[in-house]
């Protein structure tokens, strides 16, 4: 779907601006990035509006995604499968993690142990970081959940625990550095 729609306003708009935009590969590029980037936010920001839940979505998303910029993890096929599993995490996570406010300590023991094994995962293909530098996103990570240790803070706790298990690979694993 995301792609699709990508697909049709780039073309329509390189058809209508061909001296202005680069060519169809690089503008559908740039469409489906700013979509796939832009919605989950727009739709978490609309779902915080409905549910009076805006600043806990703020807390979570801005947790989940910095620790995911840095340690990767799972990463859906489809952007559309992403966008959906991605929304749903983090509005679950606003909404109900004062359920969890009495773990917080367990969350990041739990946090800290996964990024320690884990992370980075999943990531060659995501970002143009060198390998041989992908030990110092293992110590960003663990530097992040060290910070989620003194800030206490149940809602970043949550959200870097479920990030932190997006890193565990189920099928055949990964070499980690």
């Not at 960003?140 to 479920?162: D, E, K, Q, R, T």
Request: charge should be positive; hydrophobic fraction near 55%.
């Amino acid at each position: 779907m995301i792609d699709s729609f990508a697909t049709r306003i780039s073309t329509k708009l390189v058809e209508r601006f061909p001296d202005e935009l680069p060519p169809i590969g690089i503008t559908r590029y740039g469409i489906k990035f700013l979509i796939s980037n832009i919605a989950p936010v727009v739709l978490l920001l609309i779902i915080g509006l409905i549910l009076n839940i805006v600043s806990e979505v703020i807390i979570c998303l801005i947790a989940f995604s910095s620790l995911r910029m840095v340690s990767g993890g799972y990463h859906a096929k489809k952007p559309e499968v992403c966008l959906v599993i991605s929304t749903i995490l983090i509005a679950l996570i606003a909404k109900f993690g004062y359920l969890l406010s009495d773990y917080t300590m367990l969350m990041n023991l739990l946090s800290l142990g996964l990024v320690a094994i884990f992370a980075p995962s999943n990531i060659e293909n995501q970002t143009k970081i060198l390998k041989e530098h992908f030990k110092y996103l293992k110590w960003i990570s663990i530097g992040m959940i060290i910070v989620s240790f003194l800030l206490n803070n149940y809602l970043i706790c949550a959200a870097l625990l479920v990030q932190s298990l997006l890193l565990i690979r189920l099928k055949g694993g990964e070499k980690n550095d």
